[in-house]
């Protein structure tokens, strides 16, 4: 009897503290995923991140001037390229052609690199319509998506044409395409993420005040369309459902250093299990991993 009852304090109390998805009782939202590893402050203010298809990961690494490497598991730098090329890029992304697209925003251009033997070369440039690009996509239709964080837009380009655009972005940071094929922009100076079609039409729009957006940077969206967010202003990371529920957030709105803390978090990106974020402000990356019970 004391055992049973013993048992099921302990589940009571370790289901109001332990870690879980979603609100407690008193609506206070929970961390979505644990902190497991950060990287040494290698970097100088990392903005987007990818894993590239060689299983590295790919930085943006805004004041180094470069796009830095590093270990996917130890998250050791590694290598890096483009410090001849890039001015303070942004974001980089990878094509279906294993092409490097890279929002170059100081020289106000997508920059595109070929990786062959282990050297980066850039090889197309595109700059139509776009002024200190901030995001940079990718689209499995072949299209590449731009934001242009000085002209307060979104461009797309087709065989390095740019052939349709959306206005009204302003200061608009990350571009990302979700499974269905659209595209979600951090909107920040307007304090929300917009959804589009692949045609740039306005799907959906997240500015209810229950995200307390104070400044939209970068984002990823998983396999079930969920979204995450850095806000780096607010120093949080917010995890949204697909139909626009905000179930979870890390970080307390204040800077710092450590588990559950960030300094400017701009970077995002899923793999499985693992949230890869760039911890802006404390030159690092770090690796959250999900919160599964
Ligand atoms: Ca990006
Ligand atoms: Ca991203």
């Given at each position: 009897?004391?055992?049973?009852?013993?048992a099921?304090?302990?589940?009571?109390?370790?289901?109001?503290?332990?870690?879980?998805?979603?609100q407690?009782?008193?609506g206070?939202?929970?961390?979505?995923?644990?902190?497991?590893q950060?990287s040494?402050?290698?970097?100088?203010?990392?903005?987007?991140?990818?894993?590239?298809?060689?299983?590295?990961?790919?930085v943006a690494?805004k004041?180094?001037?470069?796009?830095?490497?590093?270990?996917?598991?130890?998250?050791?730098?590694?290598?890096?390229f483009?410090?001849?090329?890039?001015?303070?890029?942004?974001?980089?992304?990878?094509?279906a052609?294993?092409?490097?697209?890279?929002?170059?925003?100081?020289?106000?251009?997508?920059?595109?690199?070929?990786?062959?033997?282990?050297?980066?070369?850039?090889?197309?440039?595109l700059?139509?319509?776009?002024?200190?690009?901030?995001?940079?996509?990718?689209?499995?239709?072949?299209?590449?998506?731009?934001?242009?964080?000085?002209?307060?837009?979104?461009?797309?380009?087709?065989?390095?044409?740019?052939?349709?655009?959306?206005?009204g972005?302003?200061?608009?940071?990350?571009?990302?395409v979700?499974?269905e094929?659209?595209?979600?922009?951090?909107?920040?100076?307007?304090?929300?993420?917009?959804?589009f079609?692949?045609?740039?039409?306005?799907l959906?729009?997240?500015?209810?005040p229950?995200?307390?957006?104070?400044?939209p940077?970068?984002?990823?969206?998983?396999?079930?369309?969920?979204?995450?967010?850095?806000?780096?202003?607010?120093?949080?990371?917010?995890?949204?459902?697909?139909?626009?529920?905000?179930?979870?957030?890390?970080?307390?709105?204040?800077?710092?250093?450590?588990?559950?803390?960030?300094?400017?978090?701009?970077?995002?990106?899923?793999?499985?299990?693992?949230?890869?974020?760039?911890?802006?402000?404390?030159?690092?990356?770090?690796?959250?991993?999900?919160?599964?019970?």
């Open positions: 009897m004391f055992g049973k009852l013993s099921s304090i302990f589940f009571i109390v370790f289901a109001a503290v332990g870690p879980a998805v979603g407690t009782s008193s206070d939202l929970l961390p979505f995923a644990t902190f497991d950060a040494e402050a290698v970097l100088n203010d990392p903005h987007d991140l990818v894993i590239g298809p060689d299983n590295r990961i790919y690494d004041f180094a001037n470069r796009i830095a490497i590093m270990d996917k598991e130890t998250l050791k730098l590694v290598d890096s483009g410090e001849s090329d890039l001015a303070s890029p942004h974001d980089v992304d990878f094509d052609r294993g092409r490097v697209i890279v929002a170059d925003t100081g020289n106000d251009r997508v920059a595109i690199f070929e990786l062959r033997g282990g050297k980066a070369q850039l090889v197309e440039s700059s139509d319509g776009i002024f200190r690009p901030e995001g940079a996509v990718a689209h499995p239709n072949g299209r590449i998506y731009a934001t242009g964080s000085g002209t307060g837009n979104i461009v797309a380009y087709e065989n390095g044409k740019l052939i349709a655009q959306a206005t972005l302003s200061g608009a940071h990350d571009v990302e979700d499974r094929g659209n595209l979600w922009v951090a909107d920040t100076f307007n304090q929300r993420v917009v959804k079609s692949p045609d740039l039409q306005e959906q729009s997240l500015n209810d229950v995200y307390g957006w104070l400044g940077r970068y984002l990823d969206i998983d396999k079930a369309g969920r979204l995450v967010v850095a806000d780096q202003d607010a120093h949080r990371i917010l995890l949204i459902e697909k139909d626009g529920t905000l179930v979870g957030v890390i970080g307390d709105g204040l800077p710092g250093v450590g588990p559950n803390k960030f300094d400017d978090p701009e970077g995002v990106d899923i793999w499985g299990p693992a949230y890869y974020f760039a911890d802006s402000d404390n030159n690092r990356i770090v690796r959250y991993l999900l919160v599964t019970n």
